[in-house]
């Protein structure tokens, strides 16, 4: 089993940054697909990008060239570096772990991502 802690969310202007922080404890980090969702009020959770332990990555074409997620294995943590960021990126964000072997899902807290004026 895996324990995820977000962090890095807030409120910030139209065009401004955000990084987003997930720290993972419980288990084997290296075993993990991680990724990020995110979740609008009334809107369906979903994907906003993804990372294996070798490093390849994954978008959700609403996303691309604006976010870019990392990990750090050494650290157990994933990364969301949000750039450029627009009102309709407003959403909770969730970090979550897929075990490569057993598929089993956790997922942390979430974390308010507010882009307003």
């Known amino acids: 089993q895996v324990q995820l802690v977000e962090s890095g969310g807030g409120l910030v202007q139209p065009g401004g940054s955000l990084r987003l922080s997930c720290a993972a404890s419980?288990?084997?980090?290296?075993?993990?697909?991680m990724g990020w969702y995110r979740q609008a009020p009334g809107k369906q959770r979903e994907l906003v990008a993804g990372?294996?332990?070798?490093?390849?990555?994954n978008y959700a074409d609403s996303v691309k060239g604006r976010f870019t997620i990392s990990r750090d294995n050494a650290k157990n943590t994933v990364y969301l570096q949000m750039n450029s960021l627009k009102p309709e990126d407003t959403a909770v964000y969730y970090c979550?772990?897929?075990?490569?072997?057993?598929?089993?899902?956790?997922w942390g807290q979430g974390t308010q991502v507010t882009v307003s004026s």
């Open positions: 419980g288990s084997t980090f290296s075993t993990y697909v």
């Open positions: 990372v294996t332990s070798g490093g390849r990555t």
């Open positions: 979550n772990a897929k075990h490569i072997a057993n598929l089993n899902n956790y």
